[in-house]
Structure formats: structure tokens, C-alpha cells
Nanobody, 119 residues
Framework: QVQLVESGGGLVQPGGSLRLSCAASESRFSINVMGWYRQAPGKQRELVADISSGGSTNYADSVKGRFTISRDNAKNTVYLQMNSLKPEDTAVYYC?????????????WGQGTQVTVSS
């Protein structure tokens, strides 16, 4: 079982910045992809960005050039630096990790952290 602890959400004005962190508990299995998803009221959860254990990244078009995902494998932690925030970035942000088991994979989700962009 992997537990995820998220932090860093809050209220910020348009154009501001926030940094989200998600720390995963130690696992005897390898943590593969780590990523961030978000869900706005009345909308489906969507991928924001993810990063492989080797450092390959993937971003939603809406955040390219504004958000940067990174990870510290030694700390099992993934970060999301969010710059030039817009009101449409307002959502609950969820961390997700993919753990490679002996056979197959397993997904784990964080509890979510609220990001509100408003003046």
C-alpha cells in the first residue's frame, strides 16, 4: 500500500504562482509514473502533467509553458510548479502514482488539494 500526502494548494491571484508537492510513502515495488490531475466543478478529471521514473514529461496543452512537473526519486516526491495561473486553472488537484507490481501495475491517488485562482 502506497500513501500519498499532497500539499501546496491555496488561493492565488491571476498571474500568480503556486507549487504543489506530493510525497509517496516507501514501497517495496517501483514507483513508475507520477502525475497530477485536476477536476473543476461540473467537469471530468483531466491530466495536467505526468513524469516517468526516467524523467520524461507529458503536459496538457492548456498548461504547456506555464506549469513544470519534476520529481525527486530519492524522496518519492513529485512537484508541480504552476506559474501565470489563470482563473480556469481553479480545480481540485490530485496526485496519482503508478506502481509496478510483480505482475501488472496499481494506481494510487492522493486526497486532493484545492487551487483557487481569483482576484
Amino acid at each position: 500500500q502506497v500513501q500519498l500526502v499532497e500539499s501546496g494548494g491555496g488561493l492565488v491571484q491571476p498571474g500568480g504562482s503556486l507549487r504543489l508537492s506530493c510525497a509517496a510513502s516507501e514501497s517495496r515495488f517501483s514507483i513508475n509514473v507520477m502525475g497530477w490531475y485536476r477536476q473543476a466543478p461540473g467537469k471530468q478529471r483531466e491530466l495536467v502533467a505526468d513524469i516517468s521514473s526516467g524523467g520524461s514529461t507529458n503536459y496538457a496543452d492548456s498548461v504547456k509553458g506555464r506549469f513544470t512537473i519534476s520529481r525527486d526519486n530519492a524522496k518519492n516526491t513529485v512537484y508541480l510548479q504552476m506559474n501565470s495561473l489563470k482563473p480556469e486553472d481553479t480545480a481540485v488537484y490530485y496526485c496519482r502514482v503508478v506502481v509496478s507490481l510483480t505482475v501488472g501495475v496499481k494506481l494510487y491517488w492522493g486526497q486532493g488539494t484545492q487551487v483557487t485562482v481569483s482576484s
